[in-house]
């Protein structure tokens, strides 16, 4: 299977299903905007907690991104809700007296009429009827008010789309230190650093739970070589890629090599794969044995593609020492290849630019820090968020040059060129010059006797000879 620069197999449109699928890893946004991750299997119950339960076939064959709302364990598609214009009025949150009897509905009113099947519109509605100071909120504090009582009442969900932004924004508001900081914006600025682009053949080094695999794997689209280099014996699970719900051939561009594999001087040790008697016993025994020798020719191929080298990028975010892995890895890099580190410390970053500075092979090594600010965007109330991430990391990018003693600038090359053109011009003006004479040349005569000839009627023209000047 050729799938380098050469390879005339055209990308994937589409790196996963339009719909979903059975063995799918689905994300759901409840109303309370917390995100729960679910594995959709058929003929399954899923059950949402306080928002309700329902039948996992409702969701089969169903597309990405679209709402429902549970009701008795069925599913009602919810159209799509508008942003609306709210108007300014002269109302002010001043004379409002928040207390214990501006809401005559007690919890207990409230869970009864829950129980008794009424939809959460009317219950909210009921409670704006009987809420005391109501009307002397401003339009904006109302529109905040029926928000928050959605969330408490309403029982409906929304399927995110699984798209890199979404992924990697629900793993690090889940967990950021398992991603390693990198939120969306840092992800992005990696991919685009290191020109990672369908066809292209890159090597990663991921200790993120495989955010950085998943971006290479998605740009990719089933078309290029990935080879990532982990310190475990079997391959890596890479978490953050179950989410994306990629196809086969996506991930078929994916081999991993474990640190001690990826150095060629170590001679890997491998069972057998021949039955010990020499027979085989079972279908079982002939299973686990070819199976083996799959593993150990596909561990084989992978090396032998890395030694090859020329790969056309190296992503690096890792908890051990960049400057150890990029000195291991750097020689398997072709000419301008682009080199990315990320890193949660800037002094790590600052260390191995000052080290790349002075190595010939590098070129411009840059550091840049992550920041990012969320912004609200409603019509008549965009503003920035008050709440922002401390820090997305911090990013290095350099590029691979050959250290040619040799090599030139631009300006001599041009000078070498612009010589050499000249001499040329020299070289074929001379050699039609000498044709010409030839061609004057009577037939029968030698040259030799026009030059004797010659010679003889300079000497009688009064230049002296050398018996002369005897």
């Not at 009921?126 to 100071?133: D, F, L, M, S």
């Not at 020798?293 to 593609?305: D, I, P, Y």
Request: proline share 5%; glycine share 6%.
């Amino acid at each position: 299977m050729d799938l380098g620069e050469g390879s005339s197999r055209a990308p994937i449109d589409k790196t996963r299903g339009d719909t979903i699928q059975p063995g799918n890893t689905l994300l759901l946004k409840l109303p309370s905007g917390d995100i729960k991750t679910w594995k959709f299997e058929k003929d399954s119950i899923a059950n949402l907690g306080k928002y309700g339960s329902f039948h996992a076939n409702e969701l089969l064959g169903q597309p990405y991104g679209l709402t429902y709302e549970i009701a008795d364990k069925k599913l009602k598609e919810m159209a799509s809700r508008t942003l609306q214009e709210v108007g300014d009025t002269d109302a002010t949150n001043e004379l409002i007296n928040d207390g214990q009897f501006v809401q005559p509905l007690t919890s207990e009113e409230i869970e009864a009429l829950k129980k008794s099947g009424l939809h959460a519109s009317e219950i909210i509605r009921k409670q704006i009827e009987q809420h005391a100071n109501y009307s002397l909120k401003t339009e904006y504090s109302k529109e905040k008010y029926k928000k928050r009582k959605e969330a408490k009442y309403s029982k409906y969900f929304t399927v995110v789309d699984p798209t890199v932004f979404n992924v990697c924004d629900y793993w690090f508001n889940k967990d950021q230190n398992r991603l390693r900081d990198i939120r969306p914006d840092a992800l992005s600025q990696i991919l685009n650093l290191a020109n990672v682009r369908p066809g292209g053949r890159f090597l990663a080094v991921d200790d993120a739970s495989g955010v950085i695999v998943a971006g290479i794997l998605e740009r990719l689209g089933g078309y290029g070589r990935l080879i990532t280099i982990c310190d475990v014996d079997s391959p890596p699970a890479y978490p953050v890629t179950a989410h994306m719900n990629f196809r086969k051939e996506v991930t078929d561009v994916l081999s991993s090599l474990n640190w001690a594999t990826a150095d060629e001087e170590y001679i890997p040790i491998r069972a057998s794969s021949e039955p010990p008697s020499g027979k085989i016993k079972s279908d079982a025994q002939r299973s686990r044995l070819n199976k083996r020798k799959l593993v150990s020719s596909s561990q084989t191929q992978t090396r032998e593609e890395l030694f090859n080298g020329e790969f056309d990028g190296l992503i690096i975010a890792s908890e051990y020492d960049p400057s150890s892995i990029l000195e291991r890895l750097a020689p398997y890099l072709a000419g301008s290849a682009s080199i990315v580190v990320h890193s949660l410390h800037v002094q790590v970053i600052t260390d191995l630019q000052n080290k790349l500075r002075d190595d010939p092979q590098f070129l411009g090594p840059t550091m840049t820090e992550m920041w990012l600010r969320r912004y609200q965007v409603l019509p008549g109330r965009t503003h920035p968020m008050m709440n922002m991430s401390g820090s997305g990391g911090f990013i290095l990018h350099t590029t691979k040059i050959y250290d040619d003693p040799a090599a030139s600038s631009v300006m001599a090359h041009r000078q070498r060129a612009k010589k050499a053109k000249i001499e040329n011009e020299i070289l074929t003006e001379t050699t039609c010059a000498n044709s010409t004479s030839r061609s004057n040349v009577s037939p029968g005569s030698h040259p030799m006797a026009d030059f004797q000839s010659s010679a003889e009627d300079t000497v009688e023209e009064g230049v002296p000879d050398l018996t002369d000047l005897a």
